[in-house]
């Protein structure tokens, strides 16, 4: 069916915070972290930037382009921030105030899937979808849960960013939504990126 998630979608990703104004996830500024390239908050809209909101699922385990994504299947986000923003990734630990609401890892992106066993990794799980046949769709509400040592905690919104036109940090928590649903997803269809290749640069 037409609204079905399939690999090779891009999407945007709206979070739930206070009746969902916890803002759209989005690739920010460049990254300090080992192996790491942008950092990652949230924003207002899911275009602060060309591309920067905008992710495509990909598959570890070798599902094609337009095959279903189920519930429970374990998947790549690739940003399209200048044709290539990276994989959404867990990269070193949360910041103390974090860790003090359960949290344990920052999230950036990083240049390869894999940047350490699992970092790049998330399990998707809808909270319901209709008909309920294991398909996850277009307006559902997921969880993004990162397979790092096969425990790295459910992405979530964490205290206010301090970057640049952003509006709430991310982090992975070991708590299922500890708060005001603030690692609930709302998944939108985005509007397709002209991807880069080589040197070329996206206009």
């Excluded at 390239?37 to 207002?44: G, I, L, M, P, R």
């Excluded at 990269?91 to 003090?100: R, S, T």
């Excluded at 979808?129 to 294991?134: H, K, R, T």
């Amino acid at each position: 069916m037409a609204n079905e998630l399939k690999y090779g979608d891009q999407i945007h990703l709206q979070n739930g915070y206070n009746s969902w104004q916890g803002g759209y996830l989005d690739t920010n500024n460049h990254s300090t972290a080992s192996g790491a390239k942008y950092q990652v908050a949230t924003a207002d809209t899911p275009t602060r930037g060309k591309g920067t909101g905008t992710w495509e699922i990909l598959s570890p385990t070798g599902k094609s382009t337009g095959q279903p994504v189920l519930s429970g299947e374990v998947i790549y986000l690739r940003n399209l921030y200048g044709g290539d923003g990276g994989y959404l990734d867990t990269n070193g630990h949360a910041k103390q105030e974090q860790k003090d609401a359960g949290a344990k890892y920052d999230v950036t992106t990083s240049q390869s899937r894999d940047r350490a066993p699992g970092t790049g990794r998330w399990r998707i799980f809808a909270q319901a979808s209709s008909p309920a046949d294991q398909n996850v769709r277009i307006g559902d509400v997921v969880h993004l849960w990162n397979l790092y040592d096969d425990n790295g905690g459910f992405l979530e919104t964490n205290h206010t960013s301090q970057l640049t036109d952003a509006k709430y940090d991310l982090c992975t928590n070991a708590y299922y939504n500890r708060s005001s649903n603030v690692a609930d997803w709302k998944i939108h269809r985005g509007m397709p990126e002209r991807l880069c290749s080589g040197v070329q640069s996206c206009r």
